[in-house]
Each structure stands twice: as structure tokens, then as C-alpha cells.
């Protein structure tokens, strides 16, 4: 594998599950990021990891829950969602958080998510 | 505001120029960026400058900057079916670590 991969690419879930969203990074990166991407509207960045420490929860929800336990992998862990949410979550890496000022980042290829 | 405005949506025909704009908010942005979203894939880094530069060319991509007006263009030349996408530029922000503002993006369709 080569690149940002995640898993599943489509979920479909009730508003009472539970369920995760994984992706991993084959790049070498220590950062990483979580963004939401609806229809008609900018993306949303949700969370920054930056060697593995969080940097970043941009006012989300408490129903999303990140977590990195290390520098190739990013979960979204999803409980008690609501059909607003139903939308694409993509992650993406970059090399490291822009310290210098550039900051290219490599996105996963997203999680399509339909909330009922 | 956080605010990076792009018009909708593009359709030119193949063999023809397409300028993409966009109009950002922050005058201190060190790097602006466009990416490229293909149908079920993640956006895909296209090209970057530089904000002391005003021009970038990199093969048929054009990208002009105006700082004053905050306004930043893409221009690709000889368009062809392939470059139907979405185009998104981003400014980007220091709060701390380079946080990527993306706009809204550019549905661009190349018809033959």
C-alpha cells in the first residue's frame, strides 16, 4: 500500500451505533488530520494530530472521538450521529505540521458515511 | 472570517483555456494552494506559490496571485476531458501549526 488508505470507503449507519472510521499513512508523516466534506460547502477541518499529540479540535462534537495511537494511524471513532452528519471524512497526512510554512498535505481517498 | 470563495462551476469546451478564481482572506498566508478532487478519490495536491511570487507556470497550469486584491487564479491551458474535476484552492493560516482554508471548489466539466 502506498499512499493515505482508509477503511471502510462506504458506512452506513443507524443513529444508535457504534462505529470507527481507520486510515493509515505509508508516507513517513507526523501529521495528521481529519476533515469533513459536504455537499456545496467548504471542507471542515475536525482534528489535527501532530506526533501523535492532538492540536486541533475545531469545536466538533463530542460524538466524534479521534485518536492516534501512533503516527501511521488516525481513527474516528462515531457514536450517537445524527443524519447531519452523513457526509465524506477524508484524512490526509503531511510531513509535518508546517513549521516552515509549507504544509502539502496527501489525502486518503474518504470514508463515504450515510447516517438514518 | 475564514472565508476562501470560489465561483461553482466551470464548463469549457476541449482544446480551450479555463481560469479558475479564487478570492482569500488572509494577507499573511505564506503559501496558497490548488487541488484537484477526481470523482471518488481525495483532493490531490495540483500546484503551489509561493506569496512573494505573483506568477507560477508548471507545465499547462498557470497560477497568477494578486496580493492586493487577495485574488489567486489557475489557468489551464489546452483542457481536455481528463481535467473535469473539482478544483479547490486553500490560503493558509499559522494558528500554531499551517492550518489549510479550503474554498468551496470549482466544478470544472471539459465537454468534447
Given at each position: 500500500e502506498t499512499g493515505v488508505t482508509q477503511t471502510p470507503r462506504h458506512l452506513v449507519m443507524?443513529?444508535?451505533n457504534k462505529k470507527s472510521?481507520?486510515?493509515e499513512q505509508h508516507l513517513g508523516h507526523n501529521a495528521m488530520y481529519w476533515?469533513?466534506?459536504s455537499a456545496k460547502k467548504p471542507l471542515e477541518l475536525m482534528f489535527v494530530y501532530s506526533l501523535e499529540e492532538r492540536v486541533e479540535n475545531n469545536s466538533v462534537p463530542s460524538r466524534f472521538s479521534p485518536e492516534c495511537p501512533n503516527s501511521s494511524h488516525l481513527f474516528l471513532h462515531l457514536h450517537t450521529l445524527q443524519p447531519e452528519d452523513s457526509a465524506l471524512y477524508l484524512c490526509a497526512s503531511s510531513q509535518d505540521s508546517g513549521t516552515r510554512g509549507y504544509n502539502e498535505q496527501f489525502f486518503g481517498p474518504g470514508t463515504r458515511l450515510t447516517v438514518l | 472570517g475564514e472565508d476562501v470563495e470560489q465561483s461553482l462551476f466551470?464548463?469549457?469546451r476541449e482544446g480551450d483555456s479555463s481560469v479558475i478564481n479564487c478570492t482569500y482572506t488572509d494577507s499573511s498566508s505564506t503559501y496558497l494552494y490548488w487541488y484537484k478532487q477526481e470523482p471518488g478519490a481525495g483532493l490531490?495536491?495540483?500546484t503551489y506559490i509561493f506569496s512573494n511570487m505573483d506568477m507560477k507556470q508548471d507545465q499547462r497550469l498557470t497560477v497568477l496571485l494578486n496580493k492586493k486584491d487577495k485574488h489567486l487564479s489557475l489557468r489551464i491551458a489546452d483542457t481536455q476531458t481528463g481535467d473535469s474535476a473539482i478544483y479547490f484552492c486553500a490560503e493558509s493560516l499559522n494558528t500554531g501549526f499551517q492550518?489549510?482554508?479550503f474554498g468551496t471548489g470549482t466544478r470544472l466539466?471539459?465537454?468534447p
Open positions: 443507524g443513529m444508535t472510521l481507520k486510515c476533515y469533513k466534506q | 466551470l464548463s469549457v490531490q495536491l495540483l492550518k489549510l482554508v466539466l471539459v465537454s
